[in-house]
């Protein structure tokens, strides 16, 4: 190291004449100062949160954004665990796809880059003022990279601790109940992140694990079928190992809306909010938009009470949203 410095001193003493220690490093400094970026250079792994949430509006969120993190990530370990020999893989995505398009939809909740990707809780678009019970929603052309959250959702998004508590089962229930699932679903309406691959296919709980035991085609990047899958095998695997709460097997009573109300109504066991939900679910995977205001009376009596998220959810609209092109798209 010495002789090097030597070296170069005499070097510059040959080329330059004679200067000062100083022009030395004046010199050099070029060497100095030329590193490299980073290959990843001004990659965003956070989720944005803009400055219109509060301090605890933006807490919330960060919390909630984690645990869609979290969701994700187990669901992607579960896939690469144990792929088609999964019970719950097979169970949504059928026996014969690829569990790379699976891995892929979960891997880039985690780790994609995050630049654009923006929440707010201000009500640019008036939606949240129009439609009090929406949890949020999707700016579409109007902002296509970003996600408004409406301040229904920091009243009735639960944590993922909850998972299999407070009458939730998967099959039952509104997967849009807790912040990780809800915001799953809202990532995958960005262009960056779902690009337009990952949407509505089947609908219902019940459209697509038909569609996964048919092999229908889709299934491995329906974006419901991606967050139910996550939320039963994180059931299955952390909340109650071995077990999880699946919901009830086999038919339910009834595929039509009013008699899923009786059914739902009659069945012990279940939390009121999750029979509102199923009730309200079928009724929309059985109508088109227009019957969002009939299936919304139906979960109506329910909607008292705190667990009143769930028929919500589903039942007074807040799972529509638009689409990039500004369509609204109700399931
Ligand atoms: C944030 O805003 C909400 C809704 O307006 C309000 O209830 C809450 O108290 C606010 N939090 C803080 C820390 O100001
Ligand atoms: C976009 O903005 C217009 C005008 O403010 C509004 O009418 C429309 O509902 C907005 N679209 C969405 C998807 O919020
Ligand atoms: C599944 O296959 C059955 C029988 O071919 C068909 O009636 C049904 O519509 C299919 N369901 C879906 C969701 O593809
Ligand atoms: C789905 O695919 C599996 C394996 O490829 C096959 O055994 C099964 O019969 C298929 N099911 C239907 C309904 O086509
Ligand atoms: C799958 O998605 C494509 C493209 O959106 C659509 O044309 C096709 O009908 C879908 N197939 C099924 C079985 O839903």
């Given at each position: 190291?010495?002789?090097?410095?030597?070296?170069?001193l005499?070097?510059?003493?040959?080329?330059?004449?004679?200067?000062?220690?100083?022009?030395?490093?004046?010199?050099?400094?070029?060497?100095?100062?030329?590193?490299?970026?980073?290959?990843?250079?001004?990659?965003?792994?956070?989720?944005?949160?803009?400055?219109?949430?509060?301090?605890?509006?933006?807490?919330?969120?960060?919390?909630?954004?984690?645990?869609?993190?979290?969701?994700?990530?187990?669901?992607?370990?579960?896939?690469?665990?144990?792929?088609h020999?999964?019970?719950?893989?097979?169970?949504?995505?059928?026996?014969?796809?690829?569990?790379?398009?699976?891995?892929?939809?979960?891997?880039?909740?985690?780790?994609?880059?995050?630049?654009e990707?923006?929440?707010?809780?201000?009500?640019?678009?008036?939606?949240?003022?129009?439609?009090?019970?929406?949890?949020?929603?999707?700016r579409?052309?109007?902002?296509?990279?970003?996600?408004?959250?409406?301040?229904?959702?920091?009243?009735?998004?639960?944590?993922?601790?909850?998972?299999?508590?407070?009458?939730?089962?998967?099959?039952?229930?509104?997967?849009?109940?807790?912040?990780?699932?809800?915001?799953?679903?809202?990532?995958?309406?960005?262009?960056?992140?779902?690009?337009?691959?990952?949407?509505?296919y089947?609908?219902?709980?019940?459209?697509?694990?038909?569609?996964?035991?048919?092999?229908?085609?889709?299934t491995?990047?329906?974006?419901?079928g991606?967050?139910?899958?996550?939320?039963?095998?994180?059931?299955?695997?952390?909340?109650?190992?071995?077990?999880?709460?699946?919901?009830?097997?086999?038919?339910?009573?009834?595929?039509?809306?009013?008699?899923?109300?009786?059914?739902?109504?009659?069945?012990?066991?279940?939390?009121?909010?999750?029979?509102?939900t199923?009730?309200?679910?079928?009724?929309?995977?059985?109508?088109?938009?227009?019957?969002?205001?009939?299936?919304?009376?139906?979960?109506?009596?329910?909607?008292?009470?705190?667990?009143?998220?769930?028929?919500?959810?589903?039942?007074?609209?807040?799972?529509?949203?638009?689409?990039?092109?500004?369509?609204?798209?109700?399931?």
């Amino acid at each position: 190291m010495l002789s090097l410095t030597a070296n170069v001193l005499l070097f510059a003493l040959a080329v330059s004449g004679a200067p000062t220690p100083i022009e030395l490093t004046k010199r050099q400094a070029p060497f100095e100062v030329t590193e490299q970026q980073p290959w990843d250079a001004g990659a965003v792994y956070d989720f944005r949160i803009h400055s219109s949430c509060n301090a605890s509006q933006a807490y919330q969120l960060r919390q909630g954004l984690n645990e869609a993190v979290e969701l994700a990530h187990h669901a992607k370990d579960h896939v690469n665990r144990w792929g088609h020999t999964s019970d719950i893989y097979r169970k949504y995505f059928g026996t014969s796809a690829p569990t790379t398009d699976v891995i892929g939809a979960f891997d880039i909740v985690i780790n994609g880059n995050k630049e654009e990707t923006l929440f707010r809780c201000d009500d640019p678009d008036g939606n949240c003022e129009l439609m009090p019970t929406w949890g949020g929603h999707y700016r579409g052309d109007n902002a296509s990279h970003e996600t408004v959250i409406c301040p229904t959702s920091f009243f009735e998004r639960r944590p993922l601790s909850t998972l299999c508590a407070q009458g939730y089962n998967v099959r039952e229930s509104s997967r849009l109940i807790f912040w990780a699932s809800d915001l799953i679903h809202r990532l995958y309406h960005l262009p960056e992140i779902g690009q337009g691959f990952i949407d509505h296919y089947a609908e219902g709980y019940e459209g697509i694990v038909e569609a996964a035991a048919n092999n229908s085609t889709n299934t491995t990047r329906d974006s419901d079928g991606l967050q139910y899958f996550a939320l039963e095998a994180y059931a299955y695997d952390m909340i109650l190992p071995g077990e999880g709460c699946p919901g009830p097997s086999g038919p339910l009573a009834s595929e039509t809306s009013s008699s899923m109300a009786t059914a739902t109504a009659t069945s012990a066991g279940s939390a009121s909010s999750a029979s509102a939900t199923t009730t309200a679910s079928s009724a929309e995977s059985t109508a088109a938009s227009s019957a969002t205001t009939t299936s919304a009376a139906v979960a109506e009596p329910s909607s008292a009470g705190s667990d009143s998220a769930d028929a919500d959810d589903t039942a007074n609209g807040e799972n529509c949203h638009s689409h990039a092109d500004g369509s609204l798209h109700c399931v």
